[in-house]
């Protein structure tokens, strides 16, 4: 079991490993941009920072360690003159890595380590700036929104109030349904004595008799 074992073999042995990252490292100060496998990239990242954090020193002690590891005087020189004094004003974090996805020939996982730029930096501050204003007025509008839902309720509730004359109207009708029926009756009384005139012709016609 691998238990407290740090960092990766990578396939070789130690000799051979410490010669590849040192190499790595000093392309990526070089050139600032490195395409390498995910793997790789990951175990430079932590060695790079570190010679960044000695170049902040500018002292003779820390030009002596970084010229132990890297392998250019040249790199030496651009690590303490230029690129330490670009993140001056930033503590940690000075790369980063983006995953470029499986070789074509073996599989393996590529992957580009970089230095931070400014800017990278000031999109990043931008970025970031950007989605703090989104965030604030997406909690406050919200909070604008239910004024306008209880402005539109009463207007509902009016609509509701005129729409009851017009269910009292009808009402209104069944009175005058109820005057024609007695008018209806009347007639009918009316023809009752109609009916009533045959009955008295017959005793008429026995009088004559």
């Not at 490292?25 to 790789?40: G, P």
């Not at 503590?91 to 590529?110: C, H, N, Q, V």
């Amino acid at each position: 079991m691998r238990h407290r074992v740090h960092g990766r073999k990578l396939g070789r042995t130690s000799p051979h490993r410490r010669a590849l990252l040192r190499n790595l490292c000093t392309s990526l100060f070089e050139y600032e941009r490195v395409t390498t496998t995910v793997q790789k990239a990951k175990e430079v990242r932590p060695i790079a920072e570190r010679m960044i954090t000695l170049g902040k020193k500018e002292t003779l002690h820390a030009r002596r360690q970084a010229a132990g590891f890297l392998l250019k005087a040249t790199v030496v020189k651009k690590l303490f003159d230029n690129i330490a004094a670009r993140f001056t004003d930033r503590s940690g974090g000075y790369t980063r890595i983006f995953k470029l996805g499986p070789r074509s020939g073996d599989g393996a996982e590529l992957a580009i380590i970089e230095l931070i730029t400014e800017e990278s930096q000031s999109e990043d501050k931008s970025k970031q700036s950007s989605t703090k204003t989104k965030s604030k007025p997406s909690k406050e509008k919200p909070k604008t929104k239910p004024p306008k839902a209880s402005e539109d309720k009463p207007k509902q509730s009016s609509t509701k109030t005129k729409s009851k004359p017009s269910k009292e109207k009808p009402k209104i009708k069944p009175p005058k349904v109820s005057e024609d029926k007695p008018k209806q009756s009347s007639t009918k009384t009316k023809s009752k004595p109609s009916k009533e005139k045959p009955k008295t012709k017959p005793p008429k016609v026995t009088e004559g008799k």
